[in-house]
């Protein structure tokens, strides 16, 4: 592999020690979760783009409070 910056590589190489492993052994866990986790749905809910900038959801939210003043709603 190329362009790995040394401080990462450093602390792959340690984490593989910790574990009793060897690098490929590590790195075939590392990918093993990182596909488990890219299949979980929530992940993309979470972690993915969001849909309104702050000032949007601060309007939003100052309608809903507005709306339900008027209506009298708690």
Do not use: C, Q
């Not at 190329?2 to 990462?8: A, F, G, P, S, V």
């Amino acid at each position: 592999m190329r362009n790995i910056k040394e401080e990462d590589w450093r602390y792959f190489k340690v984490e593989a020690v910790k574990k009793g492993m060897s690098l490929g052994d590590f790195f075939s866990e590392l990918l093993k979760g990182y596909k488990e986790a890219s299949k979980n749905p929530w992940n993309k809910i979470i972690h993915g783009k969001k849909l309104l900038t702050k000032k949007n959801a601060e309007e939003m939210h100052k309608a809903i409070k507005e709306f339900r003043k008027d209506f009298e709603f708690r």
